[in-house]
């Protein structure tokens, strides 16, 4: 049962364009919601995490917006650089227990 | 800062026999340590949640009889994947965290299982 969906599977987007990954989860235990970047042949690495008592957070320039009453959350990358071309995963714990993973987000921006 | 390392970084195994992997935490005390599956085109799936001290957790789909676990302490765990077949093959993944509130996971780069 896939608990942490994900769209789009993939996303094409030019150079400086704000690429919008979206995510959504069932358990509303859910409470910590991190986001994680991965390149081809390696581990995910953390991105930017928001807690459900928060419905923004920004770092650099990465923007979480999360809805708790519709479950649901999305990162905006914000004048995206082909280096940002990578896999990007949603993941949902619950209050420090298990952590599970979205379906992913291929991202691609071209120059 | 905190670590983790995983190895081997890939391997092959034939069908039928068994392959051990396993993660290092550097840098900080791994309280929990959680082991993931990425098979091709697919997300990570949980295997098992192991934290010091208590028993650990294996999913639906995951057994210990197949995927059994060692956390001996804060620093190491292993898991090895008996009796492999081709649908085993992809990449393993450990995260660990110190502690049991909501700190983040670190994640080694992985161990990728071909099995043939």
């Known amino acids: 049962q896939q608990q942490v969906r994900q769209s789009p599977q993939s996303l094409t987007v030019w150079e400086g364009e704000t690429a919008i990954l979206n995510c959504s989860y069932e358990?509303?235990?859910?409470?910590?919601f991190p986001w994680y970047q991965q390149f081809p042949g390696e581990g995910p690495a953390l991105l930017i995490a928001i807690r459900s008592v928060s419905d923004k957070k920004e770092d650099g320039g990465f923007t979480i917006f999360f809805n708790k009453r519709e479950k649901n959350l999305s990162l905006h990358i914000k004048d995206s650089q082909p280096g940002d071309s990578a896999t990007y995963f949603c993941?949902?714990?619950?209050?420090?227990?298990?952590?599970?993973f979205g379906t992913g987000t291929k991202l691609q921006v071209v120059p | 800062g905190a670590l983790v390392y995983q190895y081997p970084r890939r391997t092959i195994c034939k069908s039928g026999t068994s392959m051990r992997m396993e993660c290092q935490a550097v840098?900080?005390?791994?309280?929990?340590v959680a082991w993931y599956r990425q098979s091709p085109q697919k997300t990570f799936e949980l295997i098992a949640l192991s934290t010091v001290n208590s028993a650990i957790k294996y999913e639906q789909n995951f057994t210990q009889e197949k995927f059994p676990i060692s956390h001996p302490n804060l620093s190491f765990s292993s898991m090895t994947v008996l009796n492999a077949y081709l649908e085993d093959r992809g990449l393993y993944l450990c995260g660990a965290r110190e502690g049991t509130g909501n700190s983040d996971y670190t994640f080694g780069s992985g161990t990728r299982l071909l099995v043939i």
């Open positions: 993941a949902a714990t619950n209050s420090g227990t298990y952590q599970r």
């Open positions: 358990n509303s235990a859910f409470d910590y």
């Open positions: 840098g900080f005390q791994a309280t929990s």
